[in-house]
């Protein structure tokens, strides 16, 4: 999306910032919303400010989002005593609007929020040596710390902002309609691919069922656990130290096994979800075992992992790329409208990525089952 610099400054003016805006530039990262950064006069220093305009396609109802935001960072600043408003006091904090607002609406109607910008680095992947276990160990320490803070909240206070995120079996239906259509007439090029998806159709009541039936809780969950929504200061490289997590937009009711699994499916393999070479692609051990100690061995934590999630744990890191599979696979088949592409059949790489990841954890999985009952 374009926007003129004008209009971007105007937007932030609406917002009670320390100063006067002296620069905004956009943001590439991130597949949904269209971000910027902004810095602004702070006495003699410089804050910089995150500002974001919430995708209205994939964010029908982002007053809901805005809701659960506030919410969210809310319990997080109660709980921690933690503003964000100092440099040894990181958090994910909104900017209010000079009336008090958590957001502004443009004149086309849209959403846009600010948020006080976390200084630090964000990764991708990370290598199986020992920073980058350091580092997949602290991002799992800190997904389990915001399950913390989140645990206190009642599920009835935040909205579904997305209806059927992690309904796998929905994702597979959507696959079936997709298919059936063939709007793009693209079925034809993938016909192992979803082969493979249907042949898999056990994976997907595996964590939806038991949450339905109530054997296993229904949480306030982050639902988006991918690595790169961790915040690391950027000075401490050989001891990695996560600052706070990101990307609040999907936080709702769901499943601790869905956090699990994402950050598991997202960190586990040192490639990147599109590379193409899919003989490189496997799920390492050692970064799974540093995931697994830090999430489920936070000392001190409030929430406590059931029995019966324990159980689950490694068929939910299953379930997770299965269903990250399907939805590349879809948006393949629908003519990539949902995820962002930089180049042509980018979807169907990620999907071939994440089925490849999926048979290789299915090789592994009674070593992750043992891994998971010696540390849990």
Known sequence: MNIDTAQLRDILDMFDLAGDVIDVVQCRAGHIND????????????????????????????????????????????N??????GPDLPALSLVETRQGQSHVRDNDGAYWRCYRYVEGITYNQVPCDSTGLAIAREASAAFR????????????????????????????????????????????????EIESAFAREALCGAITEPLERGSIPLRV?????????????????????????????????????FDFGDLVRSSVCERAEDEIELDVICADIEIFKAIVDGFCTNRGARVTITQSERELLVTACLVITYETGLRFLTDYLMGDVYFSTQRPRHNLDRARNQFRLLEDMERKRDTLEQIVMETV
């Not at 995120?165 to 597979?172: G, I, Q, S, Y």
Request: charged residues 25%.
């Open 145 to 192: 710390r915001l399950a913390d803070h989140l645990g206190r909240l009642d599920t009835r206070e935040l909205h579904v902002t997305i209806a059927d995120f992690h309904n796998t079996p929905v994702r597979l239906t959507r696959l079936r309609e997709a298919v059936a259509g063939d709007s793009h007439k693209r079925a034809s090029l993938v016909s192992a």
């Open 221 to 257: 969950c982050h639902n988006d656990t991918k690595i790169n929504n961790v915040v690391f200061d950027n000075s401490q490289r050989e001891n990695p130290r996560a600052l706070c997590v990101i990307d609040l937009d999907t936080v709702m009711p769901g499943s601790l096994l």
């Open 80 to 85: 921690t005593g933690n503003t964000g408003e």
């Open 35 to 78: 971000t910027f950064i902004a810095a602004a006069r702070a006495g003699k220093g410089i804050q910089r400010y995150t500002l974001q305009r919430i995708n209205p396609v994939v964010f029908p109802r982002p007053d809901l989002i805005m809701h659960n935001v506030r919410i969210v960072t809310e319990a997080i600043r109660k």
